[in-house]
């Protein structure tokens, strides 16, 4: 199995993975990070609403989780694959982690850090240089976050007993 094909296969469980957080009121984001071997060393998802946490980004719980599994900080041969373009605090965490390769789905214009907005991997501050992939199943990935924002928004504008039970 070719890279291309692995990602877009690790990337499948992700969108499974992100769905389960909009069930649970998450922004459906998912990330996993890998080993050289292509083994899973840490997986998150979106948790900022959960845990009230700021820094719950689906990439830092991955990140932190790896660490830990690892009992180390770099990641220099290590893929995080990841279903939304990464944010400036989760590229700039990504950068410190000295992670490798970075393969996102949908891109985030307004947001993304990693080509959107801007490209804190091509800054001439940041002191590791990743590979960035961007794209892998970008369309059911733009897809599930626009399906989630749509019913978020509804939500917030339907009178409550308008709005489905359950």
Not at 36 to 63: C, K, M, T, V, Y
Not at 99 to 120: E, H, N, Q
Not at 141 to 163: I, K
């Given at each position: ?33 890998l080993d050289g071997a292509g083994r899973a060393l840490g997986w998150g998802s979106n948790r900022r609403h959960r845990a009230q946490d700021p ?11 790896a660490a830990g599994a690892r009992n180390d900080w770099r990641f220099n041969d290590c893929t995080l694959l990841v279903t939304l373009e990464p ?80």
């Amino acid at each position: 199995m070719d890279s291309t094909q692995a990602h877009e296969l690790w990337m499948d469980r992700l969108l499974r993975c992100a769905a389960r957080a909009g069930e649970e009121g998450e922004i459906p984001v998912a990330a996993v990070l890998l080993d050289g071997a292509g083994r899973a060393l840490g997986w998150g998802s979106n948790r900022r609403h959960r845990a009230q946490d700021p820094l719950g980004h689906a990439e830092l719980i991955a990140l932190r989780q790896a660490a830990g599994a690892r009992n180390d900080w770099r990641f220099n041969d290590c893929t995080l694959l990841v279903t939304l373009e990464p944010c400036p605090m989760c590229a700039g965490a990504l950068i410190q982690a000295r992670v490798g390769t970075v393969v996102f789905a949908a891109d985030d214009p307004k947001r993304g850090a990693l080509g959107g907005c801007l490209d804190l991997a091509a800054d001439p501050s940041a002191h590791h240089r990743m590979v960035v992939i961007a794209g892998v199943c970008s369309p059911r990935a733009r897809e599930q976050l626009e399906h989630w924002f749509r019913q978020r928004r509804r939500q917030e504008t339907e009178p409550s007993w308008l709005r489905p039970e359950g």
